[in-house]
Structures are given as structure tokens and as C-alpha cells.
């Protein structure tokens, strides 16, 4: 999440970034609930929705046995 929130090796993308936080957040990842109040004070309120609504449709891709 925060390598693409920074672009770090990939190019910078704040939506994508809280989206993989909010996921992070969701399986007990205690690092992503401290860095996501850093993240939502500089977004706006249409990034945050957006994120948000990403993060609820995010399906994980399976590998086909």
C-alpha cells in the first residue's frame, strides 16, 4: 500500500495505495491502521470514496489447480 501511495519503484497512486491499506487493515495488519489517518488527511473526500469503494470490490485472483 504504501509503495504505490509513494511510488516507490511504481508510479504514485494515493487510490491504489489506500485501497491495499484498507485491505491490509481488514486481515489485522497493525502497521496499515497507523498509516491510514496519514493517508485520508491528504486525500479528498472523492480519492477516500474511491478507495473505499475499490477496497470493497477487490477480488483476489485464484490460481486455476
Same mark, same amino acid.
Not at 516507490?8 to 504514485?12: A, F
Not at 486525500?43 to 474511491?50: D, R, T, V, W, Y
Given at each position: 500500500?504504501?509503495?504505490t501511495t509513494v511510488g516507490?519503484?511504481?508510479?504514485?497512486d494515493p487510490i491504489d495505495g489506500l485501497k491495499w491499506i484498507l485491505? *491490509?487493515?481488514a486481515q489485522g495488519h497493525e502497521e496499515a491502521k497507523s498509516v491510514r489517518p496519514q493517508l485520508e488527511e491528504v486525500?479528498?473526500?472523492?480519492?477516500?470514496?474511491?478507495a473505499s469503494t475499490l *477496497?470493497?470490490?477487490f477480488q483476489p485472483k485464484t490460481e486455476p489447480n
Open positions: 500500500g504504501m509503495i516507490r519503484g511504481v508510479k504514485s485491505l *491490509a487493515i486525500m479528498s473526500p472523492e480519492q477516500l470514496k474511491k *477496497a470493497k470490490q
